[in-house]
């Protein structure tokens, strides 16, 4: 089972910028991936998703035009660029793989249809 390691989080100010990264164990081209969030007391939530290829993305309505999702198979990385931070950004990222792929892209957005799920990165956005 592919194994995944984010890092990039750290301490920003609003308007700030930061970038992700979700390194994996084993070659990324097989999966569907997706990076999540959570904050103290809420649910885990959808950010964005990436298509095994790269040629479909998907994103919450809450970080639309502000982070962007790639991905480069080459080196088994995902990437999220989070730009224009909020405090209300402040949350645990979490990068996860799905190995699912018609039923993935019908809707992204669910926690269910990931396999596997790294440790989590964190992201404090201070006003």
């Known amino acids: 089972q592919v194994q995944l390691v984010e890092s990039g989080g750290g301490l920003v100010q609003a308007g700030g910028s930061l970038r992700l990264s979700c390194a994996a164990s084993e070659r990324t081209f097989f999966y569907n991936m997706g990076w999540f969030r959570q904050a103290p007391g809420k649910e885990r939530e959808f950010v964005a998703a990436i298509s095994r290829s790269g040629g479909s993305t998907y994103y919450a309505d809450s970080v639309k035009g502000r982070f962007t999702i790639s991905r480069d198979n080459a080196k088994n990385t995902v990437y999220l660029q989070m730009n224009s931070l909020k405090p209300e950004d402040t949350a645990v990222y979490y990068c996860?793989?799905?190995?699912?792929?018609?039923?993935?892209?019908?809707?992204?957005?669910?926690?269910?249809?990931?396999?596997?799920w790294g440790q989590g990165t964190q992201v404090t956005v201070s006003s």
């Open positions: 996860a793989a799905s190995q699912r792929i018609t039923t993935w892209a019908l809707d992204p957005t669910r926690k269910y249809k990931y396999d596997t």
